[in-house]
């Protein structure tokens, strides 16, 4: 079992910057491959980045130039930094971890997921 508690969340103006965290408790954060996702009002949920046990990274192209995912193995953490915030980008936004051998994309493919932080971009 992985408990995952977001932070980092809020409002924001278009152009802003905001940091998200996701502190892990459990069974060893280092083994998991990490992901974020995000579900605005009406919409399913999508991903966002991942990042895995070795530390690569991959992007959602709607993202990419302006997030980045990294992780901290002995903080238990993972973060998201988010700039150049645009509307679009409101949504409540989700830590996830993976046990599988391969990073993925796929909202399905992830074991654990946090109670989600609310991030809200302003124009």
């Known amino acids: 079992q992985v408990q995952l508690v977001e932070s980092g969340g809020g409002l924001v103006q278009a152009g802003g910057s905001l940091r998200l965290s996701c502190a892990a408790s459990g069974r060893t954060f280092s083994s998991y491959h990490m992901g974020w996702f995000r579900q605005a009002p009406g919409k399913e949920r999508e991903f966002v980045a991942s990042?895995?046990?070795?530390?690569?990274?991959y992007y959602a192209d709607s993202v990419k130039g302006r997030f980045a995912i990294s992780r901290d193995n002995a903080k238990n953490t993972a973060h998201l930094q988010m700039n150049n915030l645009k509307p679009e980008d409101t949504a409540v936004y989700y830590c996830?971890?993976?046990?599988?051998?391969?990073?993925?994309?796929?909202?399905?493919?992830?074991?654990?997921w946090g109670q989600g932080t609310q991030v809200t971009v302003s124009s």
């Open positions: 990042i895995s046990r070795s530390g690569s990274t």
């Open positions: 996830a971890a993976r046990g599988g051998l391969f990073i993925s994309g796929v909202t399905s493919n992830y074991d654990y």
